[in-house]
């Protein structure tokens, strides 16, 4: 289908013709709370734009992948994981997840946390942590109080 | 240069070590009042995402080119020409610019336009309209008055 060319925000960041969408499919990732809309994916593109949201208390998946992500923070606030360091993130912050580095975005308790992140149309799959991976990023103490957070499903 | 990982925002719409460039060589094109941060422009990324901000009262140049524009309103208000439709875009909104489509953007007379804009890596050099272009587009007296607007430089 082509992509429309004019799109009008018909509620706080909600779209006419863009479907809200599961984050992944049940058990395929541990995640809690977190929608997916696909803004742009036009085969004239070689990325993708896609919007995420993670409701207050909420976390994506803490995994890893070849592709990287570019992601601008769009809604409310949080923190996010990459690699060995955790960040504060808030509005129109940037952020970039380089090949295979581990991250996780999480929600801060009370608000939302929002943000646009634009992906090669042609990427790997995600991969998610093994048993030692996870006892590497949990030796870091900052590291290791982050993911219990996001280990909620 | 790698991307930073990590880039907050500074002050709105402005980001730790990102430029503030012109939108293009003047002269080169007819324009009044845009800027362009390059956000994203990765080796690993197929796609570069911008932020242009048209001060109140400018407008970007009325072009054309192979590539396709997928772009997101990040801040205030305004209106775009694209093809022979006039749109009316405030925060939020999506637009699609489709292949060899003519397309211009024009910030509120009181308010600044911005917005994010993603783009293939490779892509082909902007055309402008010839007076033969112009005087089709001229045709519709919509479109015709929405270029007056935008022919100031």
Redesign the interface.
């Known amino acids: 289908m082509?992509?429309?060319?004019?799109?009008?925000?018909s509620a706080?960041?909600r779209?006419q013709g863009?479907a809200v969408a599961e984050y992944k499919r049940e058990h395929e990732a541990p995640f809690r709370d977190v929608t997916r809309q696909v803004?742009?994916d036009?085969p004239?593109?070689?990325?993708q734009?896609r919007y995420f949201e993670v409701a207050p208390g909420g976390h994506t998946t803490l995994e890893r992948h070849e592709?990287?992500h570019?992601v601008?923070i769009?809604r409310g606030r949080g923190r996010c994981l990459?690699?060995d360091?955790v960040?504060d993130?808030?509005?129109?912050?940037?952020?970039?997840?380089?090949?295979l580095t581990w991250h996780q975005f999480q929600a801060d308790k009370k608000v939302p946390l929002g943000f646009?992140c634009?992906?090669?149309?042609v990427r790997d799959r995600p991969q998610l942590p093994s048993t030692e991976d996870l006892a590497r990023l949990r030796a870091n103490p900052l590291v290791a109080a982050f993911i219990a957070e996001g280990s909620t499903v």
């Open positions: 082509d992509t429309p060319v004019f799109r009008a925000q706080p960041m779209w863009v803004l742009f036009d004239q593109l070689s990325c734009l592709h990287v570019a601008v769009a990459i690699g360091r960040y993130v808030a509005l129109h912050d940037l952020v970039h997840v380089p090949a646009l634009m992906v090669n149309a």
